[in-house]
Nanobody, 129 residues
């Protein structure tokens, strides 16, 4: 089993920055894909970014150039540096993991939630004007 725990959410003004962290524990192994998803009130969950232990990041168009995903494989930590935050970035942010390298379709901006069997509880990000 794999456990994921997010931290770093909070409230920030538009244009500000936040850095989310996801700590993975359990039998995650040495080759895996991790991602960030978010769900805004009244909307479905959407992918934000993913990265695997080979280090290739993939981003949704809505965050490209503003968010940076990174991974510390020695500590099994996943990060999401969020800059130039917008009101529409307000959401619950979830960390997810699968025990394989990220599928090639992530590079095409296509993610499937069902590919990720492990999920954290989420951390709230609120952006205000």
């Amino acid at each position: 089993q794999v456990q994921l725990a997010e931290s770093g959410g909070g409230s920030v003004q538009a244009g500000g920055s936040l850095n989310l962290t996801c700590a993975a524990s359990g039998e995650i192994g040495t080759s895996y894909c991790m991602g960030w998803f978010r769900q805004a009130p009244g909307k479905g969950r959407e992918a934000v970014a993913s990265i695997d232990t080979d280090g290739s990041p993939n981003y949704a168009d809505s965050v490209q150039g503003r968010f940076t995903i990174s991974i510390d494989t020695a500590k099994n930590l996943l990060y999401l540096q969020m800059n130039s935050l917008k009101l529409e970035d307000t959401a619950m942010y979830y960390c997810a993991a699968e025990l394989f390298l990220c599928p090639a379709m992530h590079a095409l901006g296509r993610w499937r939630e069902n590919d990720f069997p492990y999920w954290g509880q989420g951390t709230q990000v609120t952006v205000s004007s």
